[in-house]
């Protein structure tokens, strides 16, 4: 078996804490971490930013978030094991990178201040789609990013020393309210 729960495992691992988001991601490795949270100090420092960067262990790139009401929440963390499983057969690990920082200015405060790549990811992009073809969802738009911090300025795009890492696996994780961490509920290699 791929994975590493499981799925009777995972209402206990919820009971009790207020879930903000639960979500499969992709994790940069501890090196990669490391450059993102010097990343982040720079632009904060260079633009006179006021947002805390975020915790180094809190750097993600989401592939998709589900539904975590307490109702339907059951339900999206057997979706998630689903779609995790079949997704990583026959996917080969690949390589990201990221070269780009600005901010997503479509709130007028608390704007997230991202790491993003002007082109490619090309095999993240793909992952993505499929993905959501295995919900039964279209593909429509990815945009793979990390967030840094928030901050109510506006970062214009500007090029930054990219930072990689190869991709050998997802995660689902889940957000625990007022932590600065996530909790782990799944982990599927890829099989390619």
């Not at 790139?61 to 499983?85: G, K």
């Not at 499929?130 to 793979?144: V, Y």
Request: charged content about 25%; glycine content about 6%; proline content about 7%.
């Amino acid at each position: 078996m791929n994975d590493q729960f499981l799925f009777s495992d995972m209402p206990a691992a919820l009971e009790g804490q207020p879930v903000t988001s639960v979500f499969l991601a992709i994790l940069p490795d501890p090196v990669a971490a490391e450059q993102i949270a010097r990343c982040a100090c720079e632009v904060r420092d260079r633009h006179g930013l006021k947002g805390a960067p975020r915790p180094t262990g809190r750097f993600h790139v989401t592939l998709h978030t589900f539904d975590h009401a307490p109702r339907a929440l059951e339900r999206s963390l057997q979706m998630a094991q689903m779609v995790a499983a079949k997704a990583v057969k026959g996917v080969s690990p690949f390589e990201v990178r990221f070269d780009r920082v600005k901010s997503f200015s479509e709130k007028k405060a608390n704007c997230p201040c991202v790491l993003a790549d002007r082109e490619g990811n090309e095999p993240l992009r793909a992952f993505a789609s499929r993905l959501k073809r295995e919900m039964g969802k279209p593909a429509g738009q990815f945009t793979p990013h990390i967030t840094l911090l928030y901050d109510d300025a506006v970062v214009k795009e500007e090029y930054v020393e990219p930072v990689g890492w190869r991709v050998n696996e997802i995660v689902l994780l889940k957000a625990i309210m007022n932590r600065k961490t996530f909790q782990e509920l799944g982990r599927w290699s890829f099989e390619g």
